[in-house]
């Protein structure tokens, strides 16, 4: 176990190494000038070559990548003198554009993400799993056609679309729920519930259709299994044959979709978050986009690539304590 | 006293989308307590559908008539709950290949255990793993104690089987049926497990019902054989009898089939169907 846990986190420090390679490759290769968008309007040719030497960005691609990389570790600072601009470790990157360092914005936005994150995975776990093992255990009646229907729908519809219906309906037409803030839960947890629950509902129907298909799939793949009819053989009550033989094999792949989804969702539900005007890590990043904002862009890839690579590490190490066979196999 | 197994006039039959099939059609047979009982057919005969018909797991796209009764209880008659009853506890089933048939997420030991405590009611999971254990160390599995603990995939295949085996007969059934229980794995291995069902069966007194294609496996332990087609039993002997003087044409062609060592080489014989129609025997 202790050489499986050495070796899982050995790859993951060199994926995630690769990971801000390639990610500093691109934006170096692709990105507008910083100095340019630093200089500002009245810009000369010599203060834009000033700027470049301040911050080191005439100096060749490796040593501005290692740079980079020791500013993840011990922090760095920009330009010299009074305009000397620090960046604290684990600096992921400096915006000039607000004037803040990516890893702060990022922290400012993360609980809105989280949150949201958060509540929509227990609600799609529920919908998804729940309703596609009934769907499954109730197959061909009334429930699995409805089910499978209502699935079908929301893979189909995309959730921007369903926003908005539901903005309209639930918001505009009603007046039941409030337009989406993000309030704390720490200010008032009932307009807290009130202002996430439309966006968790939208974004947690998506999932929960996938799930909910994957689920009534599985489930039905693991009753034809032959282990399941020598469970029978064996004359257990039905309930035993279906908690011990069939859910944990069938359940074994949704732990490892759920996974990479929620670990996805933590570094910023952008469609979801842009369409509520909720302040999280994904408005961060598509207002990034929009602005050409470099660093923040990168920041934010760099943060959703180590989330999902630890959510798969956590998702291996869970694995290891549900399928022995993985467990002996990383052993021996 | 009525005999063990007593199956009557027994038809299997599926719904299909051309309409309903019999796959097992007016079957009849009896087993003594302590005998043996060889079915063989091609695939496709019946042979699996009937031993499922007689432990009661048929798919639920299938239907039965007929009887079925264990040492003088109507299976067909009875609810499904009493017939779980008596699954596993005083029948018991082994199929043909013993990887799938086993869980790949519980250790053996827990999968015999189980099988154990399902039919004993009150028994500690103590008690229960001393009769795994047992229960391995009948079926010749070396260092019992230690091996419970292991997960299917850690075994081979012939040792798979023989925990299938001791699973089986943790509950000392009066009854087993083995479906194929040499098809998946190799001839060496095959002819242990064959010794090995003989063995339990001279020393427990269980009752064997033998299902293969293969009619090799089933002269070394049937006392008894029906000779299926079609869902048909178009013979039915002693097995000595059967063997030295088939007199059904299809039971005589299956032989014909069989390949063997003083032959001279040449093609091997296909059954044609054209020659031989099936019908009761």
Redesign the interface.
Known sequence: MVRFLVTRLAGMVGVLFLVVLFTYAIFFALSPDPAVQICGKNCTPELIDQIRTNLGLDRPFYEQFLGFLSGLFVGTTYGTGANAIDCAAPCLGYSFQTGQPVLEMFEQRFGVSATLAVGAAVLWLFMGVAGGMLAAIKKGTWFDRAATGAALGGVSIPNYVLALVLQYVLVVKLGWLPFPQAVPFGADPGQWFLNFVMPWLVLAFTYASMYQRLTRANVLDTLD???V?????????PR?VWR??AL??ALTPVVTLFGMDFAGLLGGAIIIETVFGLNGVGKMASDSITKNDQPVIMGVTLVAAFLVIVGNVIVDIVYTT????VR?GARA | MSALLEVEDLTVTFRTAHGPVDVVDGLSFTLERGASLGIVGESGSGKSMTSLAVMGLLPPTASLRGRVSLDGAELTALPESKVRRLRGDRMAMIFQDPLSSLNPYYSVGMQIEEAYRAHRAGVTRRQARKVAVEAMERVHIADAARRVDHYPHQFSGGMRQRVMIAMALSTEPDLLIADEPTTALDVTVQAQILDLLQEVRRETGTALVLISHDLAVVSEIAEDVVVMRHGLAVEQAPAERLFSDPRHPYTRALLDAVPRIDDEIGELRAIDSIDVVGGKA
Do not use: C, Q, S, V
Request: cysteine-free; charged content about 35%; aromatic content about 4%.
């Open positions: 299994e032959n282990f009819r020598t469970a029978r053989a064996k004359g257990l009550a035993l011990r033989h944990r094999p549900i399928d022995p066979r002996i």
